[in-house]
């Protein structure tokens, strides 16, 4: 079993080989003047819409799109399958997999549990390869994201989707294989009730959490993987053994942005329920000051780092690493991007600069899969997918 130590070893010696091999150290460029709309060799493409209706029994919500998207996750799964043979040869872990996941869909909360067991359905593979894909997102999502305030109080929070779990490089083409694969699984969702937007995401085909959205002139939220001793894999191990008192943090994201009524009502409820794994949780408002990272521990809050423009901190900034500590050395994406916000300065902040931020190396990289640009006075989200040509560091 992959224990956390054993995770970070993983980790460190992805991080230190791929470094190494590529004879440079993780290097920054001067922040980008990129073309908004994107385009370009780093904008890969657009993300398409997809409309999510709620009023649906959660079995059959995601029939369209799943049934659209199922080639696609088949080719993810096949990838996982081999990796997870490659890791327990004899294809014991995925006989595990597809033996013993299934009898735990029972206790996963409402509308979870169901909506599973409808795209497991759709897509025609075994149901505890669709909940092992669920869990997967848990654990392995490197991240940036920020919000900022501009002069007249008005909030933009942004984000890029950082994922790829440093398994199988392509030598081909200098790419990470699941990062390349989560691409054309890439969506926009547009959840309704009677017809009307109740939130939006960007996500993944397949994923019934979700780890970036936003209400309409109430909040926004993301979320960013923080690796910690007591880390991801020790919470689900305990909710295996049978200890369920903590909530899927993909889950109680999907949640509050289903749910929560209010930005404050949103940061108790991240601040207060008890969770699968570490993480930060991100959260943007409709009005200035409104914005925070709350760093989690699994029982509680170790932090809340919130903006505060009338002292002149008009962004927030949160990468994979607390913000009071330095970063890991050989990823450090917090400083390129506090560096490019600083030259932007709180009078050019947009949609068109933010981009920027987000579109210099390393804070792209190479598991990057998309960014997100969200507004929320404005209720816009736009999404893009991501390419990061060579020369560009693998994180
Ligand atoms: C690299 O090659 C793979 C397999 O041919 C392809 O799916 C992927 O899109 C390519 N990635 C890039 C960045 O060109
Ligand atoms: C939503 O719109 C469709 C067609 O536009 C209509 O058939 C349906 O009754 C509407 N549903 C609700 C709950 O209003
Ligand atoms: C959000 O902010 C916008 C712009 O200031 C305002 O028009 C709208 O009423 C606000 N929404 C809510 C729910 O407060
Ligand atoms: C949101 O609340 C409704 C009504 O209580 C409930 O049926 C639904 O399951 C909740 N959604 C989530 C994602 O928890
Ligand atoms: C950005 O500006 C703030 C406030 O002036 C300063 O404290 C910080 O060191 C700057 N960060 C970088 C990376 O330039």
Known sequence: MLGPSRLTFVFLAAAATHAVAQQVPPWTEDCRKSTYPPSGPTYRGPVPWYTINLDLPPYKRWHALMTEKAPAVKILLKTLRDFSDAFVPSGKLMALVDQKLPDLLGQLPDPFGKEIEGIAAVID???GEIIAFNIFYEVFTMCTSIVTEDKKGH??????????????????????VITEELKPLTVNLDFQRNNKTVFKSTSFAGYVGLLTGFQP????????????????FMGIIEWILGKRDAMWVGFIFRSVLENATSYEEAKNLLIKTKIMAPAYFILGGNRSGEGCVITRDRKQSMDLNELNPRQGKWYVVQTNYDHWKNPFFLDDRRTPAKMCLNR?????????????????????????????????????LESYLRDCPDPCIGW
Not at 155 to 176: E, K, P, Q, T, Y
Not at 345 to 359: G, K, M, N, P, R
């Open 125 to 127: 593979v075994p149901l």
């Open 155 to 176: 909030l933009l929070h942004v984000r890029n989707m950082d994922f790829g779990l440093f398994l199988g490089w392509n030598i081909n083409n200098n790419s990470w």
């Open 217 to 232: 002139g109430r909040f926004s939220l993301t979320l960013n993987e923080r690796f910690a001793l007591s880390g991801g």
């Open 344 to 380: 932007t300065t709180q009078e050019h902040i947009s949609f068109a600069t933010l981009y920027d931020v987000l579109s210099t190396k390393p804070v792209l990289n190479k598991l990057t899969v998309f960014t997100t640009l969200m507004d929320v006075p404005k209720g816009q």
